[in-house]
């Protein structure tokens, strides 16, 4: 039996061990910390539990069809279950808009609360949905870097419609071309930050951001997002995969006809068949491979937005806060320009709370709620996040003590902090970056790097930094497209 090695298990490592188990070959993971998960982490503190990284759930189906695909249920490992209210908004004059998961209830409520239109809010779904339509099989389900992509009717019949895509203009221009209200123009542009990057700079095709929540919902995973780590793990030893947790891949040995041979650790050397790398792509050119040649164009691209990360123990309950809550800033384009430009953070932030308490009770003491206050932020540049985080720290509590007529500062019992460089250092992230590289340029999505290795035999790639992207979603799809790349005949190595 051919063997594999996965060098991390993230989400997308956890996958891609499990679809090549299932696919017959012997798999081991290498993991530098010490529990599975990668970004998905879990923090328990003075009675509270926060989720450590990703707090929204979309797209669960690609979660259960690895469960499926081994022949087993996925609500034995992973339960979820779906959101009606997807989000809650503010602003500081005082408008407040529950988003509805449902099409219809949302448009009435949308309509009312920004004097929009109905029939223009339906078009604008209708027209995302389209979008989605004609570019999921092109751009996230397959690899982009091999000819048979292109090679179908559906794919050239999408590459004729590209003005649907709005690619000439920027989401914020869409979003401007079709309503009036810049409440609801600066709700829609806030789908840019789901893959880390600028409304006033990424295409208007990432309107299709809003679809997949609209069609497919929000969800709440009824034991905290590390569930879904600890489920995949779960499910990846009962199919065979092995583990070794705080062992750290130093090198990827590659032999004289640039084929995988092996990995390193400090201690020790394992030999492979086929090496698949989880790990951040920038690190593994710049730290696992030697002696080839670095695809450096893609390696240098931009990096998607990071984040500052409070973590509060709340002693009091909120009745107009749901799980995912959001308080706008006065001057998105002003926030952006911050993030992406001057690579510092915006003096009035858009502040996004999560409270899975709301949903999971046990995640706080009774009377008490568990808040995930996260602020975007640019990537790690070396900035000073002590004095970053000192003066953020002071607006945040002021803002929310104002919005929600309270005096914060004085309900915070617990507290802990995570900053983009924290976020580097648990997660190997280059940069701290929560998505990879940015989608701020048009051809961002042929700059990420393929799932697999053009100068090195039988290496791949999966995870947030390479080909399709970021998000939970996304990083499953990449080891969807590492197991199409695989050949099933091990003989076809
Ligand atoms: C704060 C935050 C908020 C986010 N919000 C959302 C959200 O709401 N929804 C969403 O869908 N996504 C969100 N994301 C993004 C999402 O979490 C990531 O895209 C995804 O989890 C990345 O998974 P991955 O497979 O790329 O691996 P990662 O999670 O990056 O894990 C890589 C693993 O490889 C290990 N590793 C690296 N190098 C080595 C080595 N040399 N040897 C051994 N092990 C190694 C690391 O320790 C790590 O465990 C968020 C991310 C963060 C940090």
Same mark, same amino acid.
């Given at each position: 039996?051919?063997?594999? *090695?996965?060098?991390?298990?993230?989400?997308?490592?956890?996958?891609?061990?499990?679809?090549?188990?299932?696919?017959?070959?012997?798999?081991? #993971?290498?993991?530098?910390?010490?529990?599975?998960?990668?970004?998905?982490?879990?923090?328990?503190?003075?009675?509270?539990?926060?989720?450590?990284?990703?707090?929204?759930?979309?797209?669960?189906?690609?979660?259960?069809?690895?469960?499926?695909?081994?022949?087993?249920?996925? =609500?034995?490992?992973?339960?979820?279950?779906?959101?009606?209210?997807?989000?809650?908004?503010?602003?500081?004059?005082?408008?407040?808009?529950?988003?509805?998961?449902?099409?219809?209830?949302?448009?009435?409520?949308?309509?009312?609360?920004?004097?929009?239109?109905?029939?223009?809010?339906?078009?604008?779904?209708?027209?995302?949905?389209?979008?989605?339509?004609?570019?999921?099989?092109?751009?996230?389900?397959?690899?982009?870097?091999?000819?048979?992509?292109?090679?179908?009717?559906?794919?050239?019949?999408?590459?004729?419609?590209?003005?649907?895509?709005?690619?000439?203009?920027?989401?914020?221009?869409?979003?401007?071309?079709?309503?009036?209200?810049?409440?609801?123009?600066?709700?829609?542009?806030?789908?840019?930050?789901?893959?880390?990057?600028?409304?006033?700079?990424?295409?208007?095709?990432?309107?299709?951001?809003?679809?997949?929540?609209?069609?497919?919902?929000?969800?709440?995973?009824?034991?905290?997002?590390?569930? *879904?780590?600890?489920?995949?793990?779960?499910?990846?030893?009962?199919?065979?995969?092995?583990?070794?947790?705080?062992?750290?891949?130093?090198?990827?040995?590659?032999?004289?006809?640039?084929?995988?041979?092996?990995?390193?650790?400090?201690?020790?050397?394992?030999?492979?068949?086929?090496?698949?790398? =989880?790990?951040? /792509?920038?690190?593994?050119?710049?730290?696992?491979?030697?002696?080839?040649?670095?695809?450096?164009?893609?390696? =240098?691209?931009?990096?998607?937005?990071?984040? #500052?990360?409070?973590?509060?123990?709340?002693?009091?309950?909120?009745?107009?806060?749901?799980?995912?809550?959001?308080?706008? +800033?006065?001057?998105?384009?002003?926030?952006?320009?911050?993030?992406?430009?001057?690579?510092?953070?915006?003096?009035?932030?858009?502040?996004?709370?999560?409270?899975?308490?709301?949903?999971?009770?046990?995640?706080?003491?009774?009377?008490?709620?568990?808040?995930? #206050?996260?602020?975007?932020?640019?990537?790690?540049?070396?900035?000073?996040? +002590?004095?970053?985080?000192?003066?953020?720290?002071?607006?945040?509590?002021?803002?929310?003590? *104002?919005?929600?007529?309270?005096?914060?500062?004085?309900? *915070?019992?617990?507290?802990?902090?995570?900053?983009?460089?924290?976020?580097?250092?648990?997660?190997?992230?280059?940069?701290?970056?929560?998505?990879?590289?940015?989608?701020?340029?048009?051809?961002?999505?042929?700059?990420?790097?393929?799932?697999?290795?053009?100068?090195?035999?039988?290496?791949?790639?999966?995870?947030?930094?390479?080909?399709?992207?970021?998000?939970?979603?996304?990083?499953?799809?990449?080891?969807?497209? /590492?197991?199409?790349?695989?050949?099933?005949?091990?003989?076809?190595?």
């Amino acid at each position: 039996m051919k063997n594999v *090695i996965v060098i991390g298990s993230g989400i997308a490592g956890l996958a891609s061990s499990i679809r090549l188990a299932i696919k017959g070959y012997d798999v081991k #993971v290498f993991e530098v910390n010490s529990y599975p998960g990668g970004k998905i982490s879990s923090i328990k503190m003075d009675g509270f539990r926060f989720d450590g990284g990703p707090p929204l759930l979309t797209m669960p189906h690609y979660i259960a069809e690895i469960f499926e695909l081994a022949g087993e249920n996925p =609500n034995n490992y992973f339960k979820y279950k779906k959101k009606e209210i997807s989000c809650v908004y503010f602003w500081d004059d005082g408008t407040k808009f529950i988003a509805h998961s449902d099409s219809e209830k949302f448009a009435i409520e949308a309509s009312k609360t920004f004097k929009e239109p109905e029939e223009k809010i339906k078009k604008y779904f209708k027209r995302a949905k389209k979008k989605y339509d004609l570019i999921s099989s092109i751009f996230l389900e397959k690899s982009l870097h091999k000819i048979q992509t292109y090679l179908s009717f559906k794919i050239l019949k999408s590459l004729f419609q590209l003005r649907i895509f709005e690619i000439q203009k920027s989401l914020n221009q869409a979003n401007s071309d079709s309503f009036k209200s810049k409440h609801l123009i600066q709700f829609f542009n806030r789908y840019a930050t789901y893959n880390g990057s600028n409304p006033y700079q990424t295409p208007g095709i990432m309107s299709v951001i809003q679809h997949l929540e609209k069609n497919y919902g929000t969800y709440v995973a009824e034991k905290g997002m590390f569930s *879904i780590a600890e489920s995949l793990f779960e499910l990846a030893k009962k199919v065979g995969v092995k583990f070794e947790f705080e062992t750290e891949i130093d090198n990827i040995i590659i032999d004289s006809n640039k084929k995988i041979s092996g990995v390193k650790s400090k201690k020790k050397t394992y030999n492979a068949d086929i090496v698949i790398s =989880n790990m951040d /792509v920038y690190y593994t050119f710049n730290k696992l491979i030697k002696n080839i040649k670095k695809p450096l164009k893609i390696l =240098n691209q931009e990096r998607s937005s990071s984040a #500052v990360i409070f973590y509060w123990g709340v002693k009091k309950t909120f009745k107009d806060l749901d799980l995912h809550n959001i308080f706008f +800033s006065k001057d998105y384009k002003s926030e952006f320009k911050s993030i992406f430009k001057d690579k510092n953070v915006s003096e009035d932030p858009t502040i996004y709370i999560n409270i899975t308490s709301k949903e999971i009770p046990s995640d706080a003491p009774k009377g008490s709620e568990n808040w995930y #206050v996260m602020i975007n932020t640019p990537p790690d540049y070396g900035q000073d996040w +002590s004095k970053i985080v000192k003066n953020l720290r002071s607006i945040v509590i002021k803002k929310l003590s *104002i919005q929600l007529e309270v005096d914060l500062e004085k309900m *915070i019992v617990s507290e802990k902090i995570i900053t983009p460089r924290i976020i580097q250092k648990n997660s190997k992230s280059y940069m701290g970056a929560l998505y990879g590289t940015s989608s701020n340029d048009l051809f961002s999505a042929f700059l990420r790097h393929p799932n697999f290795s053009t100068r090195v035999k039988n290496l791949y790639f999966c995870g947030g930094s390479v080909h399709p992207g970021g998000g939970i979603p996304l990083c499953l799809l990449s080891a969807k497209i /590492v197991d199409d790349l695989i050949p099933k005949s091990q003989n076809e190595l």
